[in-house]
């Protein structure tokens, strides 16, 4: 049998659809190819999590994708644990820390024999907030919204200048 020559035509002969036809397999090459490098890049990044539930084994690609996303989702519940534990405990902190400001200006201001109008309105300003600040600590449910002046309040807040 004699060798064939295959005759190619150039790409400005060929219709639309003839060029989708050449191209379709390329394309399709390189999309599993990249499937296949993400998967292979998945099993080298988890290959001590992979190592520790099937030792031993070769791991399909299906096998390799069911592991990843089963460790994402524990490390995705474990960090929501983790930020939720932070946030109350950086809201008690809060409330201790304004507690105890609360507490120590209240002690400088009440060591003063004479009381000035201010030093009074100062004691009783304190005192409300130091009672509001005992009640949002001990009550269950989200934080309490600050509360916007009212008009009537607005002429009676004192002001140092």
Known sequence: MAPSAVFMEPDNL????????????????????????????????????????????KLEKADILEMTVSYLKQQSQLQMKTAGSFHKSSQFDFREGYSRCLQEAFHFLTLHKVRTETQTKLLSHFQKSQSATTEAAFSPGKPSAPKQASPKDVGTLWRPW
Not at 19 to 48: A, G, T, Y
């Open 14 to 57: 060929l219709t639309p659809k003839e060029k989708n036809k050449l191209r379709k397999p390329v394309v399709e090459k390189m999309r599993r190819d990249r499937i296949n490098s993400s998967i292979e890049q998945l099993k080298l990044l988890l290959e001590k999590e992979f190592q520790r539930h099937q030792p031993n084994s």
